[in-house]
């Protein structure tokens, strides 16, 4: 079983940055991409950004210029590092990873609040 640990969240001001981290251990052998999704109070999740294995990425339209994915393979490692944040960016950001065979591992889920 992969535990995800995430790390990063909290409270910042509009127009400000916060780095979060996901930390798988465990194998994640055959894994065919790792993520983030958020939810925000009243709505669905969503994909924020998403990056395969082959280090192709994809982001939410609403984060696109703004967020930035990156994975250290070496430590199994996901980062989401998100800058000139709104307030509609306010919601709880999960890490993801998504396996050829179609499961999913989640994380626990880390707070992100922009306000001011």
């Known amino acids: 079983q992969v535990r995800l640990v995430e790390s990063g969240g909290g409270l910042v001001q509009p127009g400000g940055s916060l780095r979060l981290s996901c930390a798988a251990s465990g194998s994640i052998f055959g894994f065919s991409a790792m993520g983030w999704y958020r939810q925000a109070p009243g709505k669905e999740r969503e994909l924020v950004a998403r990056?395969?294995?082959?280090?192709?990425?994809n982001y939410a339209d609403s984060v696109k210029g703004r967020f930035t994915i990156s994975r250290d393979n070496a430590n199994n490692t996901v980062y989401l590092q998100m800058s000139s944040l709104k307030p509609e960016d306010t919601a709880v950001y999960y890490c993801?990873?998504?396996?050829?065979?179609?499961?999913?591992?989640w994380g626990q889920g880390t707070q992100v609040t922009v306000s001011s």
């Open positions: 990056i395969t294995r082959g280090d192709g990425t």
């Open positions: 993801n990873i998504h396996y050829a065979w179609g499961d999913d591992d």
